[in-house]
């Protein structure tokens, strides 16, 4: 409502009083949105008597006031600058009113106005400056406030549009360079101490953006300005609309508090922000933690809308294949297409099930692809009739473990926990959903810092420093990958809570969904222990990891080298994820040696701490809770096993293989055979004799299996538990079931002595690949590094009958293997056997006419190099 003012001291006591009266409206009802208009319109009402009284009359003919920029938008915030235009029709009266204007300008300044004036012709505003792109900009938010109505509307029906078709190419791609450099300039995160509420990702610049870009497509569509346009990005979706009231009113809370155009959130204005529930549909005290979480999730919503704006524009020049590119190929058995590297979503789509959902989550992984808005807005609406169809069981593992294999995972899972769906299939991770640790070591939240560890993972498939060259060797040595990305997922889940050992509560959380998932016994276990450990590399860090006793205290908890592998790299993918500057070029160094140190005393301890029932009774109750019955002879088969048998396995695993070994009176040799995913395990449990370990390596050498991984363990009573793990090239037993049978008989009488196995040998005589790199041998004794056996080392090209190679030559020269760990990467193999003679270490004499003889029997089965 405009008043009849007389005179300037009028107009400053109007000003101030309604400046008092917003700032108490604001105060009593925290709207933002409100706050910014209402202080527009009262500028609105203060600019014609400004006019009158400086130049003595009405605003003349050929002179219109507009209000540009956030003043046009009515967003005029309590300390920003009034964004005025002077649009005059001509020079001649620019130059006639010169003078008034700039009387007026200084009486804004005298009212407490921050005034931001431009003068331009029409004329000049159908120019297009990529240099000066703000003031086309600025004509994109123009508000006619007095003077030449005519004139205004010749600039918005024709002068603008004209410029904005004309132009359009230059202006929105000079728009998103200018944004993504801004975005660089921060880091191209939303995540900051202490963001600035404007210029930040995520911030109302970016809010701005997507209106603009969703604006000028408008007009390219259209061919004219639209006649209510509003703000169209927020018109439809309430998260946007609640992001951009959430930030408004933050802003004007932060202007407010400081008296001046201030947009930095600072530590001190969080906490008053929180204590004032700045934002916030709930009035009162709020926890600062909880009100940072709020602003990024408004920020995260922010911030996705921009950057989709920006990869919607086409490219900036045409190229000959641009046709081709732009063909829409529809993604099989989906109501989704792909075009231009983006995934949109068909109109006729009818979301009834998850199964095509995951399908297009699982390209988006392997290919780093983006989703289009309305892909993504078709998702978000479609999410309650996807809750329910939720799956559970191998559906839904097959369909995460994909996602979580890509390369391009973490941008999935980022997608899919910003739609919804995320929470949707896996309700234990909804917890962590921006959740706030508000310390400065701890830039990201949650959720954010759990994609990062996935990211950084995957990022040492191309490492590019020194350390993580030294990483990405153990990425390729991790068997099970997708259960080990499924453990960093939860991983920081029980964090949730807040109160008591995060990891702990992240094990609960993560039981409920592995059941769902239906992971057998071995698979949840290792998943849980991956959970509860993963803070244990980092705590050794803070002892002195050159002391043996640390190394040796670190080595019990972790108990295998599969484990230690992939707990290191969690370790460094963990740390480097807590902030940009968290993994130092030094801490990355002492975290590796770490690693080595206790990967090397875990291979060289292996057998001397072997279990005793009077020293460690804890494992001998957890055990006999599954054959109470069977205490004195569960007693005597564990009496004697090494403790890295009983530590890198199960009770239920060693209770089977107690079951098994119960059964030797009535048939002496027991095995077991099964199918684990990519390979084949083979377990036998009989007594030792010479021979055996070589036999049982040459009997699944003769069927053309190739052994990827092997441990042998013997306890006080000669009871031997041997494990082999191999693939299958040919698929032998996959496809003929019925051979299965006569492989396990195969296997039976190669062990009891019934059939030689030279015989197996001869009848299949092994084709030899040519290898495509040559692996010198390498022979390492060492007599310091168990108490009481000697450890050789075998490095070697690796290739079919190897291991029966080297065990045979081990048994001519009267060696007893104590424990064997056999593993292989790639073409080389690596086998580590703990030796005596006689309950003895080995001599150097015996050393050297065994290293000799190893020598020869390796070189006899080199495969020829290929060619």
Known sequence: MKAAFTSHQQLREYYQAEMAGMRQSFERTGNGVLCVRRRALVVDCLLEPLWRFESGGPIPPGLALMGVGGFGRKELFPSSDVDLLYLCVDEKVEDKLREHIRGCNQAMWDLGLRASPMIRTLKECDRYDPDNIEFTLSLLDRRFIAGDHALSQALQTTTLPEVALREWTGIVHRLADLARARHQKYGNTIFHLEPNIKECPGGLRDHQLAHWLNLLHHIREHKAWPTSFGNSLYSVHNDAASAFEFLSATRCFLHLRSGRDDNSLDWHAQDEAAAQSIGLETKGTSDPAYWMRTYYRHARTVYRRAVLAMEALPPARQSFYRPQRRKRVPIPGTDFVIQDGRIDVSEAAQFTGPEGILRVFALVAAHGYRLTQNSED???????????????????????????????????????????????????????????????????????????????????????????????????????????????????????????????????????????????????????????????????????????????????????????????????ADIKAVNPDALTPWKADSLWQLYIATSNFMDRSVDQQRYRADVDPTLLRRILTLAPARAPELRSFLEGFPQRYLRTRMPEQIHDHFQMALQLSESPVQINLRSVRQLWELTVITKDRPLLFADMAGALSSWGMNIVKAEAFSDDAGIIVDTFQFSDPFRTLELNPSEVDRFRRSLLDVISLKIPIEVLLRRRQAVRAPVMVKVETRLDFDNTASTHSTLLQVVAQDGPGLLRQIATTLAGHNCNIEVALIDTEGEIAIDVFYLTIGGAKLDQETQTQLQAALSLAVEELRPMPAT
């Open 378 to 572: 078709r998702l978000a609406d479609a999410l309650p009739v996807l809750d329910v169809h939720i799956p559970e069981g191998p559906f839904l593992w097959n369909g995460l473990r994909e996602i979580l294999l890509g390369p391009h995972a973490a941008h999935a899972l980022r997608t899919m926990h910003a739609l919804g769906i995320l929470e949707l299939l896996i309700p234990e991770f909804h917890g962590i959903d921006a959740l706030v640790i508000r310390d400065s070591y701890h830039r990201y939240t949650v959720d954010e810092h759990t994609f990062l560890v996935i990211d950084n993972v995957h990022a040492l498939r191309q490492p590019h420093l020194a350390w993580e060259r030294r990483y990405s060797t153990l990425l390729a040595e991790i068997d099970r990958l997708d259960l080990f990305f499924l453990a960093v997922l939860m991983h920081d889940t029980g964090k949730a809570r807040r109160t008591g050992d995060h990891t702990v509560q992240s094990v609960e959380l993560a039981d409920s969904l592995l059941a769902r998932l239906e992971l057998d016994a071995e698979e949840r276990d290792q998943v849980r222990r991956l959970i509860r450990n993963h803070l244990e590399m980092s705590s050794t860090l803070r002892r002195d990891i050159f002391d043996s006793e640390t190394i040796e205290a670190f080595a019990e908890k972790v108990a295998s080298q599969s484990h230690l592998k992939m707990l290191c790299l969690m370790t460094y």
